[in-house]
Nanobody
């Protein structure tokens, strides 16, 4: 079955960096676009970044452009979100998603940006 397992979250000070990873299994990873979403307490889940099947095309929320980078390794079935210059407003649970007709979500990883 489809499994998406996120890792790499944690507590970081403002201005710091974190690298989130999502390990995928149970499907042909290279055939699907992948995305990262986040959900802060009391807020709706929002798209952070997405990447096409071969990694050729990427898309970012305006709030993270220039600070976050999404990438994928189809040989390792992994999608990564590199987050730099983190701000307190980046605090949220971050979710990996398999895009397409049938959407699958990971369990999420907590990112907390605080001094």
């Amino acid at each position: 079955q489809v499994q998406l397992v996120e890792s790499g979250g944690g507590l970081v000070q403002p201005g710091g960096s974190l690298r989130l990873s999502c390990a995928a299994s149970g499907f042909t990873f290279s055939s699907y676009g992948m995305s990262w979403y986040r959900q802060a307490p009391g807020k709706k889940r929002e798209l952070v970044a997405s990447i096409s099947t071969a990694g050729t095309y990427t898309n970012y929320a305006d709030s993270v452009k220039g600070r976050f980078t999404i990438s994928r390794d189809n040989a390792k079935n992994t999608v990564v979100l590199q987050m730099n210059s983190l701000k307190p407003e980046d605090t949220a649970v971050y979710y990996c998603r398999r895009d397409g007709s049938f959407v699958y979500w990971g369990q999420g990883t907590q990112v907390t940006v605080s001094s």
